[in-house]
């Protein structure tokens, strides 16, 4: 129960964080990863739910939320692309 609770507000947590980023920046693509993505895959369709019930309706017409392909690589990877850009 009390996992289930943290799992409950974690979503609703991400969901706000995502809701703010898609009405400021109005991206095509939402990609969300890390560790707690790949332990809760059904958490991307919670959020995407959420999302498009809360988001500006013209910021989610075309939005897609996506599990990133890198998984928790990601940070480590965008990092050395950082690095790597600015040699």
């Known amino acids: ?3 289930a609770m943290l799992l409950d507000n974690a979503a609703l947590v ?3 964080g995502v809701v703010t980023l898609v009405n400021v920046l109005n991206p ?11 332990g809760f895959p059904d958490l991307i ?3 995407s739910e959420g ?3 809360r988001a500006l309706a013209p ?6 939320i996506l599990p990133a392909r890198l998984g928790s690589k990601a940070p480590v ?7 790597f850009q600015n040699l």
Do not use: N, T, W
């Open 1 to 3: 129960r009390a996992a």
């Open 14 to 16: 991400l969901i706000a």
């Open 28 to 38: 095509a693509r939402c990609l969300l990863g890390g560790g707690v993505m790949e």
């Open 45 to 47: 369709g919670r959020i």
């Open 51 to 53: 999302v498009r019930k």
């Open 59 to 64: 910021a989610v017409e075309k939005l897609e």
């Open 77 to 83: 990877m965008g990092a050395a692309s950082l690095v």
